[in-house]
């Protein structure tokens, strides 16, 4: 049995996964690098251990000093959490070797599923659909070109290594294909030292579609339905919902068993996920899969009721499985938004700097993972995402409704925020209806960057004045005037107009 966790990863999840131990009554242990020195997860945690300076490379990717600080402080299992070491094999294969349970699945797994060329064949031989395309390397232009005249344009090169969005790109016209060749593995060898790609179909109107699994070593296996997460940029995902506003719940059936199928094929344990690409009509492709929990997993905890942690936990434990497919159902509705210190209006550009002021969103059907505090310095090494609030409610209008007024209450100062640009996707009519694709900002862009009439200064003046204003107007209540209250500041700001 698990007596003690080391969690090798920082910020928001880092807190996620201790939250959970705590309520197991397992001890923590965090890690930090020298420029987490004040993080939450060092405070949160039960003990907690210097590895190193802040590049990661040199603290939470150092695999050694990780191993050393788990023996010195008796933990005998770590959580890697999500990004860092958690896809990384050699790190599962070395606490095997120390006898540490890494929670998480296997290096054989992870080797099968992270490459992605690999992982295509794979699936082709469990009988789970894959984006059409090559099942081999492509290393020449002659071998490209070929191969994109039979696939047929528009294609997708990626990166076998991939992740994060990166070594990847679409190819439209023939004369493209030279560069893009190039751009996609010079980029993919920077990334993942691997320049290895390969051609697939681009789906066109394409929907990121995703399937939670869990399964235990006794070869059980349960997929917790789906992620809808085609609200993206640069590939990347900023809101994700669930249930998808796309799929029937025949397809989504089908759907879940090509995951379970999927997980089984490559002998998995622990939490994964299994991504599928989608075009309108619901034909589905499997694209990848990720070994690890996944940033956005906080959604199907609510909207399926499990805690997704403790089941890893009671996974690497060797505990069979404590449900069958047929017991998880989908209740309600959950949409989480990624809040990033960055600044919308200037290209996403991150805004690191000193947390001022933070008032979190509350209320019914709120939950707010994250971890700075008023008067933490975000740190310059590390990737900028502040937090994730996450909102269910029984349906998807009055979730997206709910996620308004918890966007309108977060208030951060100090440092520039996704949480305006979020605000204004809630509002957006494509996002409303359901009916959007990976394109969404894209063809959104005049709705979602609106320009407001002054800048971000001029903003937090007329911010502080009106609630002074307010303020003394609150002093005089006893009078018969009728108090008005500011008007709110996101709600202005789609106008174009403060107050
Ligand atoms: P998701 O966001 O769905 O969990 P991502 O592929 O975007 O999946 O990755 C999750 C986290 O892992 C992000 O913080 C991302 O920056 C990080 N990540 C993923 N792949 C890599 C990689 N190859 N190198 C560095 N960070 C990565
Ligand atoms: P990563 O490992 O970087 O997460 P993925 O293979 O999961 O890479 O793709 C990331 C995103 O890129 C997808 O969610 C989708 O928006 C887009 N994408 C990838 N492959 C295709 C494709 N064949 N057709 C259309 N879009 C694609
Ligand atoms: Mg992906």
Known sequence: MIKKVLVA???????????????MGIPTVAVYSDADRSSMHVRYADEAYHIGPA?????????????????????????????????????????????????????????????????????????VPVVPG???????????????????LPVMIKASAGGGGKGMRLVK??????????????????????????????????????FQILADKHGNAVHLFERECSVQRRHQKVIEETPSPLLTPAVRAEMGAHAVAAAKACNYHGAGTIEFIADDNQNYYFLEMNTRLQVEHPITERVVGVDLVK????????????????????????????????DPDRNFMPSPGTIRHITEPLGLGVRHDGYVYE??????????????????????????RRMSRALEEYKITGVKTSIPFLARIMEAEAFKTGKYTTHFIEENKDFLFAKPECDGVCEDIVLIASYLEYSAKLEKTRSSEPIVKPASRWKDSQRGAFI
């Open 55 to 127: 590049p990661s490379v040199e603290s939470y990717l150092n695999i050694d000093r990780i191993i050393e600080v788990a023996k010195k402080s008796k933990a005998d299992a770590i959580h890697p959490g999500y990004g860092f070491l958690s896809e990384n094999a050699a790190f599962s294969e070395r606490c095997k070797k120390e006898g540490i349970e890494f929670i998480g699945p296997n290096a054989d797994a992870i080797r099968q599923m992270g490459d992605k060329i690999t992982a295509r064949k794979t699936m082709i031989a469990a009988g």
């Open 134 to 152: 090559t099942v081999d390397k492509i290393t020449d232009f002659d071998e490209a070109l070929k191969t994109i005249r039979e696939i047929g």
């Open 311 to 342: 089941e890893m936990v009671n996974i690497a434990n060797g505990f069979e499985l404590p449900f069958k497919q047929e017991d998880l159902k989908q209740s309600g509705h959950a949409i989480e938004c990624r809040i990033y210190a960055e």
């Open 9 to 23: 990863n920082r910020g928001e999840i880092a807190l996620r996964i201790m939250r959970s131990c705590r309520e």
């Open 375 to 400: 008067g933490y310095t975000i740190p310059i090494y590390y990737d900028p995402m502040i937090s994730k609030l996450i909102v269910w409610a029984k349906n998807r209008d009055e979730a997206i």
């Open 173 to 210: 016209k023939e004369e493209e294909i030279e560069s893009s060749l190039r751009g996609a593995r010079s980029e993919a060898k920077a990334a993942f030292g691997d320049d290895s790609v390969y051609i697939e179909k681009y789906i066109e109107s394409p929907h990121h579609i995703e």
